[in-house]
């Protein structure tokens, strides 16, 4: 840009010093051409003096005389009239020339003040561009951060159900040492503590696997993260089938040990008490609906806010229902195993999950979040203290899940009382 202008400075000084060399040429011609008629009027009236002189010779009249005198000064008058008339025109031209010169100036100098604009606007626009760039930069950081702690969250919450599950194997096991005291009581004890084992290899090669799976994630694109949070929510709900299944073992050989039980007693002539076994079954389902399994339960001292997200619970078949919570917001997510398209939020294909109680209430939701597409249907949606108190007064009855591409209607629901056992996990 200076450099552009010093050029228009030299151009404009070249431009300026070729008018005034005009300028000088103009004036030295006008007075060459004054001199000229000046000298050609001189050489007229003595000529036509020397003419008038002659003729008062020949005629020696004063009349004749005094006549020539007056046209004479005629003549002379109209030469003065010419040349103050040329002399104004002349005076006009270089008028003219020096606006028509001035305005040409004018013009170029806007044109050079247009260019700098344009270039300092130019200049402007790239710096926005590069602020822009910088913010979109620090943005992606943030998410990558957020991303990161929740898979670390996640690893830690596995872990810590894995040790769970493995306190509660040892737990299960003392029972079982303190409670079989006969042959066949430890060779079921046996059994039971290679299945435990076997278990927890299984355990501790899905916990390897799920290392690899974090690891291959860091490292993954941001717009893989939602495809891989989905992967990682089947793993998590096969981890929980894969815990049903243990504690479904137990109960098995436990029921096994029970029966062996009875055969020794029928065999000692001991009676045998059923109802001991109904209100240990009892005990169990009451003990589970009445306690609260978490994925992320802790404080954020940072932001001073707390962030609590139940295991998936089953509650039919192919579905499971998260409870979740940050700050004072609460949402519940439906997670359905089942191609109904994608979870939109968009007003006119919005999926929602109808709800009816066996009080026959209804209660509806919509999706509220991301739109998430997939091989399952992932719903999530706000959930209100109004639509909580309705959701405590009584058993569901049916779920109606709607996505983009279909619906789902389930009118067998396994885990009736799930929200009146579990909303209270929010608290």
């Known amino acids: 840009s200076i450099a552009k202008a010093k050029e228009e400075t030299r151009k404009q000084a070249k431009i300026k010093k070729r008018n005034d060399s005009i300028a000088k040429a103009e004036e030295v011609l006008k007075m060459q051409r004054i001199a000229q008629r000046k000298k050609d009027s001189l050489d007229s009236i003595i000529k036509e003096q020397n003419r008038i002189l002659d003729q008062k010779r020949k005629t020696d009249s004063i009349a004749k005389a005094k006549e020539e005198t007056r046209k004479q000064a005629k003549i002379k008058k109209r030469n003065d009239s010419i040349a103050k008339a040329e002399e104004a025109l002349k005076m006009q031209r270089i008028a003219q020339r020096k606006k028509d010169s001035l305005d ?31 913010l979109l930069k620090k943005r992606n950081d943030s998410i990558t951060k957020i991303k990161k702690k929740e898979k670390e969250l996640a690893e830690k919450k596995y872990n810590d159900s894995i040790k769970k599950v493995q306190k509660d194997n040892q737990i299960a096991l003392e029972k079982i040492r303190k409670h079989n005291d006969s042959v066949a009581k430890l060779k079921a004890q046996k059994e039971a503590l290679a299945e435990i084992k076997k278990q927890n290899k299984l355990n501790d090669a899905k916990k390897e696997e799920q290392k690899i799976l974090i690891e291959k994630r860091r490292y993954d694109s941001i717009l893989k993260v939602r495809e891989q949070e989905a992967k990682h ?39 045998i008490n059923k109802e001991d076994i109904k209100k240990q079954a009892m005990l169990e389902r009451l003990k589970f609906r009445d306690s609260c399994h978490y994925q992320i339960n802790e404080y954020d001292r940072f932001y001073n806010i707390t962030t609590i997200r139940t295991e998936p619970y089953s509650i039919g078949n192919n579905l499971t229902v998260e ?27 919005r999926s929602s999950v109808k709800i009816t109680l066996e009080n026959n209430k209804t209660i509806a939701f919509y999706h509220s979040w991301d739109i998430e597409c997939g091989e399952t249907f992932l719903f999530k949606a706000s959930l209100s203290s109004t639509q909580i108190d309705i959701l405590k007064s009584s058993p569901i009855k049916s779920i109606v899940l709607r996505g983009t591409e279909g619906y789902k209607e389930i009118n067998f629901i396994d885990y009736k009382e799930f929200f009146i056992d579990k909303l209270k996990c929010l608290e």
């Open 104 to 134: 040409k100036l004018i013009k170029e100098q806007n044109r050079v003040l247009a260019e700098k604009r344009r270039a300092d606007s130019i200049l402007q626009e790239k710096e926005k561009q590069k602020k822009a760039l910088e």
């Open 233 to 271: 929510l089947i793993a998590l709900r096969r981890q929980n089938d894969s815990i049903a299944k243990i504690i479904e073992q137990e109960r098995k050989e436990l029921e096994t040990l029970r029966k062996n039980n009875t055969q020794a007693q029928n065999n000692n002539n001991s009676p």
């Open 323 to 349: 409870l979740y919570k940050q700050g004072r917001k609460e949402n519940v997510f439906f997670n359905y195993e089942g191609d109904l398209g994608c979870a939109s939020y968009l007003p006119n294909q």
